[in-house]
Structures are given as C-alpha cells and as structure tokens.
C-alpha cells in the first residue's frame, strides 16, 4: 500500500515541479488542478495493472443448464441486489462480504472446484476451456455438474479525491508518477512540456520492460499458492 498524499506530494516536489500541476514544488497539487491529476493517475493504473500481474482475484462459476457462454459481469453475480437479472440465470457465486466488482482485466487460469486444471485458450487441448473476449468465459460443452474456479487478473480500484491510498508496490511507485507526468505534460501544449512528457515516457517504458524482462511480477507463484487454497491447505 501506498499513502496517496505522499504519492501526490512526490509527483509535486519530483516530476511536476515547475508545472501549474506541481504547485512549483511546494509539496502540493492546486485543488483545481485535482481533477486532472485523479484522471491521469486512473489511466496509468489501467495501464500497469494491464501490463503487470499487480494484483489477482477469483471467481466461482456454476454452470447454467445447456449454456456454454458465460459473460463476466456483475449482473450475472448472486450477490448484485441491483440487477434485474432473475436468480436462475445467475452464474456467478459471490458473497456481499466479497461481490464481484467487475475488476477483471483477463482470466489467468482455470479449475474445478475440486482442484483440477483446465487448458485455457489452447485448441490443442481436449476438453479445454476458452475466453472468446476478455470478459467471457466459455465452455467447451454444457457442464453444470462442476463449479468452475477462475483466477484473473484484476484492475486497481478507480481513485477518487477520497482515496487514502493506492495499492501498488514501490517498485511500481516511480512508474506510476513518470506516467502521470506524460500525461499531464502531453496536454500543456509547450515545446518543453512536449519534450518532457516524452522524456518521461521513455523513462517508464524501459522501466516496464526491465521488470517484464525479469518476469519481476510473474504468474508461477499465485498459480502455486491457488491450486493449494482449493485443496483446503491455505
């Protein structure tokens, strides 16, 4: 976790100094300037939470009778008291204490429910199960016999003026203010505010690639650690 306060304090006093942004450097964003900077720091989000396994969550599916495409939203989970989705079409089994949120960028892995593993997007595969879009799950065949487990990765909660602080880690700190300041440079509309903006997303690009270069936040470890939570280990 990163205290966002001091995230925005850093990105004042480093990357936007000198900027209407930075508040020359006093520590500090102009309330005014908020906005924008809350929208820049949701787009590099997006972006690092897409290209970096940072964070994964789960998901259980109960197949439907004679159904074989399963769109993941959260109009589909038991738990949403908003949808208009009739119970008996709902195939998401989630809980109030943890709903499903729609936070889901792509799924990672497949089991039952019993710990077996399935072939994810693999035609090779016999039996296997496929992901025709990002946010649709789909089975080879009707099998409402088994519950499915999906791991996937997830999307980093939207920030807001009431954000206490972000869930990143520091590794991912320097990253996610080098992007902001593209951002927020890019839209200036100077010479100089150009070249830096560039400058500064030349920086996070070769960031990015040493970290996926070093698999810095590789799957083989929350694959592990999933197929024993299923067995009752964990």
Not at 160 to 187: C, F, M, N
Request: aromatic share 8%; glycine share 6%; with cysteine.
């Amino acid at each position: 976790m990163l205290n966002f306060d001091n995230f925005l304090s850093d990105l004042s006093s480093l990357e936007l100094s000198g900027t209407v942004f930075g508040n020359s450097g006093l520590g500090n964003i102009p309330e005014d300037q908020m906005p924008k900077v809350i929208a820049s720091v949701n787009s590099g989000l997006r972006l690092l939470y897409t290209k970096l396994l940072l964070k994964e969550s789960f998901l259980i599916v109960a197949p439907l009778p004679l159904t074989t495409i399963y769109p993941l939203h959260s109009r589909y989970a038991i738990s949403n008291t908003a949808s208009n989705v009739p119970m008996d079409e709902r195939f998401i089994e989630d809980t109030s204490e943890v709903p499903f949120i729609d936070d889901l960028i792509k799924v990672t892995n497949v089991w039952s429910t019993d710990g077996v593993k399935y072939p994810l997007n693999d035609l090779g595969q016999p039996g296997g199960m496929f992901t025709p879009s990002p946010n649709v799950f789909q089975l080879p065949q009707p099998m409402e016999d088994i519950k499915f487990s999906l791991s996937y990765q997830a999307a980093h909660p939207r920030v807001t003026l009431d954000t206490i602080s972000l869930e990143i880690p520091q590794l991912v700190e320097d990253p996610l203010r080098l992007y902001v300041a593209h951002k927020l440079l890019s839209g200036m509309g100077t010479a100089d505010a150009t070249a830096k903006s560039q400058e500064h997303l030349a920086m996070f690009n070769m960031i990015l690639k040493e970290y996926e270069n070093a698999d810095a936040f590789g799957l083989s470890a929350h694959t592990t650690l999933h197929k024993f939570n299923l067995r009752g280990f964990c």
